[in-house]
Every structure is written in C-alpha cells, then in structure tokens.
C-alpha cells in the first residue's frame, strides 16, 4: 500500500482523539443516554475522566497489551466508553452481537481467545457462563447492570463500577503504567476487532488499524461536513462496523454527540427526542417506518387521508427537485411550503427527522419508492456502499448526485476497478489489516497490492461515473437456458410491497425461477383487518388463501415489471409458497443484519424446494425453530403451492 | 421474637424472623364460613405462597390480612403490633402492599400516572399546594418521579410509561400493577394470583420479577397462586388451604408428597 503520513497533531490513536476534544471542547456534550425518563449528559471532559478510571480499573485486574475485551450489549455509553478504555491501555476491543444466541458466542469468543467479557446484563452474563466451559481463555466477566445478580459467584465477576472506582482509587499508582501503555499504540496497532456476520460460513475476526479507523472517519466526515454541532442516535449493533466508525470513529474524529436509547423498543420515541442532524439506517427501518405510518393513515379521518395523500403526490412531484437545488416554479415552491406545514413537517417530527440534515442508508438495495418517498419530504436521504473490511466506506453518494439505483461514486480516497467476471475490487486506507487467525481467507480476499474483493457483482456507469451493484457475485448464475439469474434483483423488487417482508428466490440451474415469500404480519394483519378475515396465528395468516391472492397479485406486477427488462426476464417467478415461519437469524435461516443465508434455506427447506419445482399444488413439512432462550421445537403445516401468471420475453433491443 | 431464627437459603437469600403471625382466623359470611381457624406465620425475607383449590379461601386470606375483611375470630400480628380489626388504610401505612386478582387499575390513566398513585401515602404536601405544583409541592413530585422511574426501570416498562393502561395487553397490565405495589416501598407485597391468565413467556418474566423484588429490596412476598409449577420453583414455604381449612404448612417439596393435598387437589377415591 502507499506510503500515508500521520495526522497532524499526532491524533493516531481513539485515545488521543479523546484527549484532544477533552482539551479543546471539554464543555461539549459527548454522550447522552435515556436513563429514568430523563437524558442524562455527559461532556468530553467526563467523558476522559470515567474512560481513565475504567482503564485503570481494568489494569488493576491485569488486563495486557494485546488482550482481546469482548463487549456484549445494546448502546450504552459505558460499554463505548470500556471499548476506549481498552484501547487506552493496549488492549483490543471485540463487540459482539448482542442478539447472538450462546452458542455463536462460543465460537467467537473461543476464537478471539477473549480473556476479559464486558456483558451489559444478566442475561448476556448468563449466556456466557453456559458455555463458560468451552471457554478456557475466559478469565473475569464484567457486568454492567447489577440487577438479579446478587446471588451469582463474585470470584470472576465484576461489577464494571466496582471495576471503575478500583480505577479511580488507584489513580496514582497507575499514571507511569497508563503512560507506558499509551506509548505501545501508535497508527498501525490494532483499533478494533469485528467480526463478520457471516453470510457464508463461520464468521471472520476483521482486523481494523488505528489508521484504517481515523483515516475513514477523518474522509467521511469532510466528504460530508460533519462536525462537532451534529448529534446522532446509535441504536444499530455494537458489534457492526457502521456504529463503530460513527458512534467512535467519526463521533471522536470531530467531538459530535452520541446519544443512546433508553432501551430497545423505545428507539423510535428517543429518536423524536434527540431529532438527530445525522441519521443512518438499514433499509428495513425506512421500509418499517414507512409501513408504520402509512397503517396510520389509512386508519385516519377521512380529511386527513386526502390532504395527506393530495400533499404527498406534490411531494412526489417536485420535493426531490427542491432538495436537489434544481429549478422549480414559485408556485410550486408556495404549495410546497404549505404542504410543509400542514403534512412534511408533522409527519417528520413523527418520524424524527425532523432535523436530519444528512441520512444513509446501506447494508441492501433500497426501493425506490421508499427512498423516493423520503427524499420528497426534504429528507436528505442518501445511498452508500460499504463493507467491514473497507471500514464501512467504499462508494458514497455526493449531495446532488443522489440516486436510487446506484451506490454513488469511489468515497475519498478509495480506488475501483471491476474484476473480469464482473466483480468489484477496491484499495483504500481503510482496508483491513487480516483476518485474525486466518491468513488464507486473508489472502484469497486481499491481494499484494491491496486490492479487496467484494464479493459482488457490479458495473460502473459510464455517463455518471456511478457504481451499480447487481448481486453477490457468487449467488449471480445461470438458468438451464442460460439467461442469468440475479436473486437478490427480484427479491428486492418484491420486498418493495409492504405486504411482503422477505422473499427468496430459487432458479439456478433450473428452467423456471420459483419462491418463497414471508409475509409482513403488521401490514397484512392491518389489511385482514379491513377486510374481515380472521386468524389467530402468524401460520394461519400466512396460509389464508386471500392472502395468497394478494401475493400473486404483487408477484405478477414483478414478473410484468421483469418482462421489460432485457437481462433478466428469465427471472419471471412461475410458482410460489408463503412460508409458515418468518426467516429468523435463532435459526440461522438469516445472519444477525438480516440477510438471508441462501445455503441453509437450501439444505433446510429441501422438501419445499422440491415441490415448487415439481407439479404438486400442496406440500406437508415440518420445521424446526429455536425460540430467543435457545430451545429448539418444531412447527409443521401444510403449504398450498401456487402458480403465478408469466408474461412472455419482449425482444432484446427494441 | 427471638434473634436466633436467621438463616440462609441455598441461594443466598437471608430469611430472618418472623414479621407476620396470624393466629386462629375464622372468617364468616352470614352463615357460609370462608376460613375456619386458620394459623401460619411469614418469615422477614421469605416468598410464601398460599395455595389450593378453587373456593379454598385463599384470595379471603388476603383480603384479612390487609384489613379489607375482617375476621370474627382470631388475630393477627405484624411486626409485632397485634390486632383484631384494622382498615386497608392502615395496613397501608405499616407496610403492606397488594395487587389484585383481577387488574385494578385507573384504565384512563397512564402507566406513569398509575405507579404514581401508589406513592400517594408518601405526599405530605396540602391539596392546594400540589393544585399550584409550585415550590415544595413540585420538589415532593420530582422525587417521587424518581422514585417511579426507578421502578419502571426494574420492571421494564420505558416504553409504555405514557400510555393508557387500558389500552395495555394483560400481561403488561399485571406488571404495571406490580409496579404500583411496589410504589409504596412495602415490607409485606401481597399479589394474587400475579400470573393468572398469562402465557408460559409472560409467566416466566414475572416469576423472574417477583424472584428480583425479594432479591433486591428485601421485601416478604405473600402470593396465592394456581401455577404449581412457579409456586414449587419460587416460594421458600407453602400454605395450602381447602374449604376453608389449612390442610399443610411447609417448604414446596414437603408439600407436594403431603397425602392430603395430593387428595385435596385429585379427589379423594370413594
């Protein structure tokens, strides 16, 4: 790789990065969190006083340079503040996904060889001492929220308190051994180990330097002019790299405001509280809010209805071209105001973005319909392309530039090029220094010169200069006639529908493209409910056969949609099935960020698989399910096989 | 009473004294007797549960202990304070707190206002100055907040704190009543029937709640519940009742093999 010089000022560590805003804006607030109804603050220059305590606390039970300190928890800012702790004395930081079940923990923390666990409460605390036993590196576990663990075994748990007041008790006595400590940290010395979700396989230990870290959030937050007046709300996983290069990287690099919920299902109130200038989120969330409020609605007056749907088409109309700074009449503007006041503004606030002045979303491909919607409303809501291994930033879209079918183009600093079969490579500071413990995987991915592979499948657009995604390089293939077959396409058109939640398409190698659709229990509860049809169970909705016509009904508007399109109108879906159960990360039928994991459904689904391609028109099948405390149980159902209408291929080039 | 009573459960838990005697209740209405000499006692620290089978007086046991009926015969002693009569008032103000079996709750109000209402015993300003909300009267409410957020932190309930109880599933009802029992800061919490109507989860979480109240406030729990599973698995000692009569007194296990309650609960083959 090229030669990059330190920042200046010697910022080449997290730690020295919050030494600095101490400095600079000790006053500032740097963390909030909901705690007791209120929000409580905390300045930089606390900030640097409880991570200084934490990490002397964590020298007084023997953490060393080098030593892995995995994190397991929702957002609190104490569990950012022992992940900064741990890097001031030399030590790596290792979030895990909260939601994992004990059993993926085992795996990474095994791997790692963690011998510190930092675990938010007693139900992480009690996952990790199931499988304490696979765990022989494991040494001290420290918990942060005492609650109901009076009665456990104190000798190797601590309370992160406790920890911290040992820390500050020992202040003194520490000072030499901190500065000895912070002198074996510099640009290269590792920042942060995450681990992949996994979408293929076990899960990687992503190795991330101080410098991948810094540089990334130094690039991004220029290209973007963060600074330190913005405010975020982090409430996406710990263990995602996303929130480490926001909630640390970015948040440290210019001294914005973190807040955190006061728990997980109160985000969307904390949200409308903290009105965040800066907002990222995984298209799920834009698609949830936008089903949320669009079940309001149509529960809603009938006045109401119509000034929200007459607003909302002027919206459509012109809103994207105000926020793009592109002409539009007076007239136009005058109304759009109007609308502002009346229908955008309230149902923003409602939203929590009321302030957002930038919003990402990553992760999936966004609808454009969805993303369309938000843009109308004065929303600046923009696409980016990134990885765990690239420390989030690949490509990035430039305010202006904004599109729903592209990623954007090369973020600051970051060179593409397009392998031969269509995959997309890339070289930035950001690239990850290794996977940990593994060097084929390391070299099969990154090559001597530095060059990553995605793993997608990608072109860049030759009048724009934009990049544009298509698929998973390795899940793009043939059908038995040869056209090609591009799942991940489809499926999104599909999920678009608000009835349909996810979808799974099946055809390579085969002659007719099929699917399996999981539908979206709110929205189509609503919709049940409208329309008289009764059901007492998620399995018995999913089977209704009304809700089946509606199925087909959306699937023939794709297969139509996918008839124009010359590449990929072999993709037309000639049967389908909904499913009993919702694909589930417990099941290992999805990873933790939600993406379905094609290879299990595959194996597990085998018999359904079977039938869709057969003749069959009903299928019985037994599934097994682990519930959220691990148990494993078995639903089973008979699933009606349906055909949906194709329409035929439109001549290539017309 | 004397000191030499404490002693240690196998989880740690301290149970000391005891804080409740109840000594020869009988209970009459008109010419139906509901509880018929009746004695037990309640340890400082200990879940006890009072069970048996419909109609057994269980939820009429309650309802003397905290002074809603009273009893024509017998007394009761808490803390060693012995009496014969007392109004709930009263029991309210020495400590003792209670849900009930079917939610009671003020369904218009939210659950923040709810919990609220189970501090009202620890107001002291006037009427007029909690109608100004001003000075002293907005200092009393500030650290009665405190207090209840600090409880809807321990049960869980941020993300229903403004909501209409009413428009609240059952379960979650229940733990809201939980919650404004807890508000009055009781020695002696009695719940019936907590887990009445819940599903296996729902049940779960609140054994787990009841479990965490003794653990980390100390505070004596007396419950009637239909459960024997949660009853077995949570309670240190086992009351069990039938027609109004106590028919065996001892810890989960003893109980179950106890021929009596084994007859009360399947029938007794003729």
């Not at chain 1, 957002?356 to 319909?369: H, L, N, W």
């Not at chain 2, 018929?36 to 057994?56: C, V």
């Not at chain 2, 009665?144 to 941020?158: K, M, T």
Request: with cysteine; net charge negative; aromatic share 8%.
């Amino acid at each position: 790789m090229t030669a990059q010089t330190a920042p200046s000022g010697d910022l080449d560590t997290v730690p020295k990065l919050l030494a600095r805003n101490a400095r600079e804006m000790g006053g500032k607030a740097a963390n909030r969190e909901k705690e007791f109804g209120i929000w409580q603050s905390w300045s930089w220059a606390e900030v640097e006083e409880e991570i200084t305590a934490l990490a002397m606390g964590f020298l007084a039970i023997d953490v060393k340079v080098g030593d892995h300190v995995a994190i397991i928890g929702r957002n609190r800012p104490a569990l950012y503040w022992s992940m900064v702790a741990a890097q001031k004395i030399g030590a790596v930081p290792v979030p895990l996904y909260q939601d994992a079940v004990a059993d993926e923990m085992a795996y990474v923390l095994d791997h790692c060889a963690a011998r510190y666990v930092i675990a938010e409460n007693q139900e992480q605390v009690d996952k990790v001492l199931e499988i304490q036993d696979k765990l022989p590196a494991l040494e001290q576990i420290v918990y942060l929220e005492p609650r109901g663990m009076r009665k456990y075994d104190h000798t190797v748990l601590h309370a992160l308190k406790d920890i911290q007041d040992e820390g500050r008790a020992a202040h003194e006595r520490f000072l030499p051994e901190l500065a000895a400590r912070a002198k074996t940290q510099n640009y290269d010395t590792t920042c942060v180990m995450l681990y992949t979700s996994g979408t293929t396989g076990k899960p990687k230990g992503v190795v991330l330097s101080n410098r991948n870290i810094i540089e990334s959030a130094k690039s991004s937050s220029e290209f973007d002019d963060l600074n330190a007046g913005d405010s975020v709300l982090a409430y996406l996983p710990m263990a995602w790299v996303g929130d480490f290069i926001f909630s640390i990287g970015q948040c440290y690099w210019t001294g914005f405001c973190v807040s955190c919920p006061e728990s997980e299902i109160t985000m969307q109130n904390d949200l409308r509280e903290i009105g965040p200038s800066y907002f990222f989120a995984p298209p799920r969330f834009f698609e949830g809010v936008l089903t949320a409020v669009m079940i309001r609605m149509e529960d809603a007056g009938k006045t109401k209805r119509r000034m929200f749907s007459y607003f909302l088409a002027h919206a459509k109309k012109v809103g994207s071209n105000i926020l793009d700074g592109k002409p539009v009449s007076v007239g136009d503007r005058l109304k759009y105001a109007l609308g502002n006041i009346l229908v955008y503004g309230p149902l923003k606030n409602r939203m929590g973005m009321s302030r957002v002045r930038i919003g990402y979303t990553a992760g999936e491909a966004i609808g454009p319909e969805i993303f369309e919607f938000y843009r109308s409303l004065g929303i600046n809501l923009k696409q980016l392309y990134g990885q765990t291994e690239a420390s989030v930033y690949i490509t990035i879209q430039p305010d202006g530039e904004v599109r729903p079918d592209t990623v954007g183009v090369p973020a600051p600093g970051v060179e593409i090029k397009i392998g031969d079969n269509g995959e997309v490579y890339y070289r930035s500071p950001g690239v990850f220094v290794e996977y940990y413990k593994n060097p084929e995987s390391t070299a099969s991915t990154k090559d001597a010169e530095g060059w990553v592979a995605t793993g997608d499948a990608g072109f860049i657009e030759e009048s724009s200069g934009h990049l544009r995604i298509i698929d998973r390089a390795k899940d793009v293939g043939k059908m038995a006639d040869g056209s090609l077959f591009a799942p991940k396409y489809v499926e999104n058109k599909l999920k678009f529908y608000p009835d349909v939640l996810e979808a799974v398409l099946f055809g390579a190698g085969t002659d007719k493209c099929t699917a399996f659709i999981n539908i979206d229990l709110s929205a189509v509860g609503n919709w049940a409910e409208r329309n008289n049809v009764s059901y007492s169970s998620y399995q018995e909705l999913a089977g209704h056969a009304r809700v089946m016509d509606v199925i087909q009904h959306h699937i023939e508007e794709v297969n139509a949609t996918l008839a124009e399109d010359a590449m990929l109108n072999g993709c037309q879906i000639h049967r389908f099935l909904i499913l009993h159960k919702e694909l589930d990360p417990d099941d290992g039928e999805m990873t933790r960020t939600r993406k379905v994991r094609r290879r299990i459904i595959d194996e597990k689904y085998a018999d359904l698989i079977g039938a869709l391609n057969g003749e069959v028109e009903e299928i019985f099948t037994k599934t097994e399910v682990t519930y959220e405390d691990g148990r494993k149980g078995s639903i089973s159902a008979t699933l009606t096989i349906r055909a949906a209408k194709t329409f035929p291929r439109r001549a290539k080039a017309a | 009473m004397s000191f030499d009573q404490t002693t240690t459960t196998a989880d740690g838990r301290t149970i000391g004294g005891p804080v409740m005697e109840v000594k020869n209740i009988t209970l009459r209405f008109g010419g139906v007797t509901a509880i018929k000499d009746i004695s037990f006692d309640i340890l400082e620290g200990e879940i006890r549960a009072i069970i048996g089978p419909n109609g057994a007086g269980k939820t009429s046991m309650l309802n003397v202990i905290n002074g809603f009926y009273h009893a024509q015969e017998g007394q009761i002693t808490f803390r060693g304070e012995t009496r014969s009569r007392m109004r709930p008032y009263h029991a309210a103000v020495s400590g003792i707190s209670r849900t009930f079996q079917n939610v009671a709750l003020f369904s218009g109000m939210s659950t923040l206002d709810n919990i609220m209402a189970g501090r009202a015993l620890k107001m002291n300003k006037g009427f007029i100055w909690q109608m100004l909300r001003y000075g002293p009267a907005m200092n009393e409410e500030i650290k009665h907040r405190r207090a209840v957020e600090e409880i809807i932190d321990f049960l869980e309930l941020e993300h229903i704190r403004h909501t209409p109880v009413g428009q609240l599933p059952y379960g979650l009802q229940k733990r809201v009543e939980l919650g404004r029992a807890l508000a009055a800061e009781p020695s002696l919490l009695l719940l019936d029937e907590p887990m009445a109507g819940m599903n296996v989860e729902e049940k779960e979480d609140m054994s787990r709640y009841i479990l965490d109240v003794n653990d980390q406030f100390g505070t004596t729990i007396t419950l009637i519940e239909h459960d024997m599973g949660v009853v077995m698995d949570i309670a240190d000692r086992v009351v069990v009742l039938d027609y109004g009569k106590k028919i065996a007194d001892g810890t989960p296990s003893e109980v179950q093999r106890n021929q009596a309650v084994i007859d009360a609960y399947l029938g007794v083959p003729s």
